[in-house]
């Protein structure tokens, strides 16, 4: 098990040597962690891992180098009430596409809690773009994901 740096969070990078006829090396999960400090109770010492914290395609990356998160970004959106259901697309670094879904009571108030909730999480220099839409789109297995990024197919191999 290694943890590789992604901005500020943890990628997980695992080798497992229990497949003899292909051995996967330094296989890149795509899964966020945060690492455990101290001792571990039985002493070997290896790196152990003290939670999961999202996927690496999952998290909103900042023109400053810092990752956001999937729980800070669902923060944001539910402290809007007229807001049913919200999804952030990330295709830049600078920039953001976020899909609203609204209703009708949605108003100028509503709208500037939003992007002041947003800007608290992800800073000032990055563009929001918003787009009101009817329904927001689920993944083929019939999930809804909050944050759906292209910056992750982007990142460079250890």
Known sequence: LELVKFGDATEIVDT????????LLRY?????????????ACGRGLPRLSELTGRIDDVVRTPEGSTVGPAP?????????????????????????????VTDDYGPQDQAMLEAELRRRLGTSIVLDFERVDTIPR????????????????????
Request: with cysteine.
């Open 16 to 23: 497992g040597l229990m497949n003899f006829g292909m051995p």
């Open 73 to 101: 970004m669902s923060l944001a959106f539910q402290k809007v009430s007229n807001l049913r259901r919200a999804q952030v697309h990330q295709d830049s670094v600078d920039r953001l596409c976020i899909l609203i879904e």
């Open 28 to 40: 890149r999960t795509g899964d966020l962690a945060t690492a455990a400090t101290g001792p571990s």
């Open 139 to 158: 993944t083929s297995g019939g999930k809804e994901r909050l944050v759906l990024s292209t910056l992750a197919s982007r990142r460079t191999t250890p």
